[in-house]
């Protein structure tokens, strides 16, 4: 009975496929691929010396059959230990290992390669007689011992190292291994049937499709490796104890870049950028950590990472070409060497989140020492805060006057949610809201304010001492919901409140960030009497038009744009420029911030409608409240 080779043929077939795929694919050129492609080399060099060493004859010579026999032999039995090295890259455990792992990892193969390069001469492994007829030898069988023998290393060693490998890589070391050993030993029980070789082919296709698939690991934007796949490298760094060091880089200003000359300018300044941090790292060291922040990462102590920051602090000294645009771009910096400045994936998560929001700090390269890792414990502590305050109703709602310039009186209020903790005191609404926005609490926040402001004016205490109506504040979330609508109309209704009495605030950013969604729910909330305030006006980069087809009926001036009047005369004449052109409008003007006679007195003398700051109250308890209702309201406001 002669062997069969069918299987080997299509086996070269697949590799082929497998060869091609690999080579196209836009791959990180790291040492997890390298080592990849060599063991599909290998395999692939393997099946084509099997078919030879079918096919040869003694016609060939008794010379060049054994030099394929031996040849098929020496490649086909360093797939197993090419594979468990490629594990290794994928735990990045091959740079850790100690002087005993190593004996265990290639003593065996040493020994093995040994005996089949020497078996021409002692034919323990293979030979062929003097009628060009193919013997195995007495040590033959140690082959496969040996091949076992690293099937079973690498299964331990993925076992012991779990942590660090995906469900995916797992599933793909787990197939490999027990196709290998099948194969393996149906070719031990029939020795014509040739199926080691498809079986590894096969096996090398599944792994270029799950392992080696690297769409999901790439942003496709920068085409750098993304967030998932930073936080994977960088945990496998730490569970092998390997040293690295990080170097971040952050655009502040991206967002201001991207409203003034367009999305398509932004997104290929970003892919601009990117590609000029690949002339100091690999592909593989380059990771785009989303919100317009980069990561570069460098081995420890490595001198590069002064002489990257230097450069690229160079380069951003001159504009930036994209197109036909040139502009100036500014970084913000930092250096994390781990582990000594951060000795876990999760901290050096939050760190990164930390670096990512911080005011940015462009003259000098930050430290991780710079960032107090406490903030994050705080964070913590304050989202715990807020989950406890929403299952306990233990936020509180705090009202702050509004004066009518024309009336002479307070005839408005806004409502302000508080938050005081038994264990952290008094959290500012600056540090609470931006976390719960972040996380989704705000809805529930928003909600629970909107139903107190509606259980105020249900009562009808502030109703009778002036008060017409009373401003909510929407957070951007609250406005990128599709049934806010429905929700603020049913709790009215519920409350049986007047619409009217109802003065919703809309931040520049929400309004913009918003537009389809905003426009539809202001104007059907409009036509039912609900009034609209645009917030914070001044402080975005809106688009002025859009903003006035939107039925605003007041703006408000936010506190830092009108103490700007009091700072220089240009400022001065701008914002009463500001006031002048909004009044022209049929809109009306809150200035907010205002603390003193000599403010209050300039800002009515341009001609603000309204007055909003501490001069007539900040902002307390609906009890206190009232009480400055009934000090106010009852006698004439001296202006």
């Excluded at 084509?48 to 031996?70: A, Q, R, Y």
Aim: glycine share 6%; charged share 20%.
């Amino acid at each position: 009975m002669g062997y069969i080779i069918h299987y080997d043929i299509c086996a070269l077939v697949i590799y082929a496929i497998t060869g091609v795929v690999f080579y196209f694919k836009k791959r990180i050129p790291c040492s997890k691929n390298k080592v990849f492609g060599i063991l599909v080399g290998d395999s692939a060099l393997s099946t084509v010396l099997d078919i030879l060493s079918v096919l040869s004859t003694g016609e060939w010579g008794i010379g060049l059959k054994t030099f394929f026999h031996t040849a098929y032999y020496f490649t086909h039995n360093l797939i197993p230990f090419i594979f468990v090295i490629y594990i290794l890259f994928l735990t990045d455990g091959f740079k850790e290992m100690s002087a005993l792992f190593k004996s265990f990892l290639y003593t065996p193969m040493i020994v093995d390669l040994l005996l089949v390069i020497t078996t021409p001469a002692t034919h323990f492994i293979i030979y062929v007689d003097s009628q060009g007829g193919y013997h195995r030898g007495s040590l033959q069988p140690f082959t496969y011992i040996v091949a076992i023998y690293y099937l079973i290393f690498g299964i331990v060693y993925a076992m012991r190292n779990r942590s660090m490998l995906s469900r995916q890589v797992v599933t793909s070391i787990t197939a490999f291994i027990s196709m290998t050993v099948v194969a393996v030993i149906v070719q031990m029980i029939n020795k014509h049937l040739l199926v080691e070789c498809f079986a590894a082919s096969v096996c090398m296709l599944l792994i270029m499709f799950t392992l080696q698939s690297q769409d999901d690991m790439i942003d496709q934007g920068t085409k750098m490796l993304n967030w998932s796949s930073f936080v994977n490298r960088c945990s496998i760094k730490y569970a092998s104890a390997s040293d690295f060091t990080l170097l971040l880089i952050r655009i502040p200003d991206f967002k201001m870049l991207m409203k003034t000359f367009g999305g398509r300018f932004s997104n290929s300044l970003l892919r601009s950028f990117s590609e000029y941090l690949y002339n100091f790292v690999n592909l593989g060291d380059g990771f785009y950590l989303e919100d317009e922040c980069f990561a570069l990462m460098f081995p420890k102590n490595s001198e590069k990472v002064g002489e990257t920051y230097r450069a690229i602090r160079e380069k951003l000294s001159e504009n930036w070409n994209i197109g036909t645009v040139d502009t100036l771009i500014t970084a913000c910096f930092m250096r994390i060497d781990c582990p000594e400045d951060v000795d876990n994936a999760d901290m050096l998560v939050d760190f990164i989140e930390q670096f990512k929001h911080r005011e940015p700090e462009t003259e000098r390269l930050l430290h991780a020492t710079d960032i107090n890792f406490y903030d994050s414990k705080r964070r913590s502590e304050v989202e715990n805060a807020i989950d406890k305050a929403l299952d306990n109703r233990g936020f509180e709602v705090y009202y702050q006057p509004i004066y009518s310039s024309q009336r002479n009186k307070i005839v408005s209020c806004e409502a302000l949610v508080r938050l005081n903790d038994e264990k952290l005191g008094f959290i500012p609404p600056q540090e609470f809201i931006p976390i719960a926005e972040e996380n989704g609490k705000i809805l529930k926040i928003g909600k629970y304010v909107f139903e107190e402001a509606c259980r105020f004016i249900k009562k009808g205490v502030g109703t009778s001492l002036g008060i017409e109506y009373v401003q909510v504040n929407l957070s951007v979330v609250q406005c990128m919901q599709s049934d806010l609508v429905e929700q603020l109309l049913g709790v009215m209704d519920r409350y049986k409140v007047d619409p009217s009495s109802i003065c919703l605030e809309v931040t520049e950013t929400a309004a913009v960030y918003t537009p389809h969604i905003m426009e539809k729910n202001i104007k059907t909330l409009s036509d039912y009497g609900v009034k609209f305030a645009l917030d914070d006006y001044g402080t975005g980069y809106s688009n002025m038009t859009y903003l006035l087809s939107l039925p605003f009926r007041f703006i408000k001036l936010e506190k830092e744009i009108v103490w700007e009047c009091f700072k220089s005369e240009k400022a001065h004449i701008a914002i009463e420029s500001t006031v002048a052109m909004i009044k022209k409008l049929n809109m009306q003007i809150v200035a907010e911030g205002i603390e003193d006679k000599h403010q209050l007195d300039t800002l009515l003398g341009m001609g603000c409608d309204f007055i909003q700051g501490y001069y007539f109250s900040k902002p307390v308890p609906e009890k206190d409240f009232i009480e400055v209702l009934k000090k106010n309201n009852t006698q004439a406001v001296t202006v």
